[in-house]
């Protein structure tokens, strides 16, 4: 895992300003950054975390996704992308590990994360919690079990892929 402080140290200064007198947290677009196709990059308070990712973005693959792995190392994952962002729901029909999954929006941000779900359960797991005004996502990030928490991975923080288009990320890629 790599993490980059000068990256959060920019982005820290971009939302301080954005909140200067406020007293509120406003969500600022991160400079863009290096991206790479099998890496996704994610912002945290604690800096960026690198992860090596398998890309799932044709229906087949997104239909086989990590189904019969036996492990998942920290530090690696799925992502699954969509052709344009969508209602989703997964479930873990003949998946072996638990999975932390980090739905995210067309713009790259984390909407909302299933922590640890259950190997080999067939129970629907909605890309969106009831309420969600803006319930469609463009992407799926699969991290083993545990992963989300231990990066301290949470709602409205920003990932960095060039799948993401660049006039609508909130973390372009350069």
């Given at each position: 895992?790599?993490?980059?402080?000068?990256?959060?140290?920019?982005?820290?200064?971009?939302?301080?300003?954005?909140?200067?007198?406020t007293?509120?947290?406003?969500?600022?677009?991160?400079?863009?950054?290096?991206?790479?196709?099998?890496?996704?990059?994610?912002e945290?308070?604690?800096?960026?975390?690198?992860?090596?990712?398998?890309?799932?973005?044709?229906?087949?693959?997104?239909?086989?996704?990590?189904?019969?792995?036996?492990?998942?190392?920290?530090g690696?994952?799925m992502?699954?992308?969509?052709?344009?962002p969508?209602?989703?729901?997964?479930?873990?029909?003949?998946?072996?590990?638990?999975?932390?999954?980090v739905?995210l929006?067309?713009?790259?941000?984390?909407?909302?994360?299933?922590?640890?779900?259950?190997?080999?359960?067939?129970?629907?797991?909605?890309?969106?919690?009831?309420?969600?005004?803006?319930?469609?996502?463009l992407?799926?990030?699969?991290?083993?079990g545990?992963?989300?928490?231990?990066?301290?991975?949470?709602p409205?923080?920003?990932?960095?892929?060039?799948?993401?288009?660049?006039?609508?990320?909130?973390?372009?890629?350069?």
């Amino acid at each position: 895992m790599w993490r980059n402080n000068t990256v959060a140290s920019v982005f820290l200064v971009f939302a301080l300003a954005g909140q200067a007198g406020t007293g509120t947290a406003v969500a600022q677009p991160m400079p863009a950054v290096q991206c790479h196709d099998r890496r996704v990059l994610l912002e945290t308070p604690s800096g960026v975390v690198d992860i090596m990712v398998e890309v799932a973005d044709t229906a087949e693959r997104r239909a086989t996704g990590l189904m019969h792995r036996q492990d998942l190392p920290k530090g690696q994952g799925m992502l699954f992308i969509y052709e344009t962002p969508q209602k989703v729901s997964f479930w873990m029909r003949n998946t072996l590990i638990p999975l932390d999954m980090v739905f995210l929006d067309e713009s790259g941000l984390i909407r909302h994360i299933h922590r640890n779900a259950q190997p080999l359960d067939e129970t629907p797991i909605p890309g969106a919690l009831p309420g969600d005004p803006e319930p469609n996502r463009l992407m799926v990030l699969e991290i083993a079990g545990g992963e989300a928490a231990r990066l301290g991975l949470k709602p409205g923080q920003m990932m960095a892929h060039p799948a993401l288009d660049d006039a609508r990320a909130a973390w372009p890629c350069s």
